[in-house]
């Protein structure tokens, strides 16, 4: 639940709708309001490893956000990273700007001062 322990640390930015030990789902709004995004985070146990499997989504509201330099791929990124997850043993990223427009152009700073750009 560090996810949502995060998502509720960068309040009012991030606002936490719901969580569950499977599904946890968020809003994100930029400080000016133009930029809205729902957030989705999916956790699955693992028998092989004793860990999780991971998945995250990021849906931008506006169709204005298609060239967003990544912004909905850094929503997530930078949740995952403040909360330790991505320094966590056995920790994987698969993506790739097919799954995940912008990602090759990201600038992601897992900063809370940043997150809210």
């Known amino acids: 639940m560090k996810v949502a322990q995060q998502i509720q640390a960068f309040y009012p930015g991030y606002k936490l709708v719901s969580a569950s030990a499977m599904i946890i789902r ?28 991971a998945g995250g989504q990021s849906v ?14 850094c929503n ?4 995952l990273s403040v909360s330790g997850l991505t320094s966590s ?9 097919w799954a ?3 990602y090759g152009q990201n600038t992601c700073k897992a ?4 997150i809210f750009k």
């Open 26 to 53: 968020a809003n994100h709004t930029s400080l000016d309001g133009l930029q809205a995004e729902n957030i989705t985070f999916t956790f699955n146990p693992t028998v092989e490893t004793g860990g999780c499997r």
């Open 89 to 97: 043993l056995g920790f994987m990223e698969i993506t790739n700007e």
């Open 111 to 114: 900063s809370p001062a940043l």
């Open 76 to 79: 997530l990124y930078n949740l």
């Open 60 to 73: 931008s509201l506006g169709f204005t956000s298609l060239l967003d330099n990544g912004l909905n791929y």
């Open 100 to 102: 995940c427009l912008g």
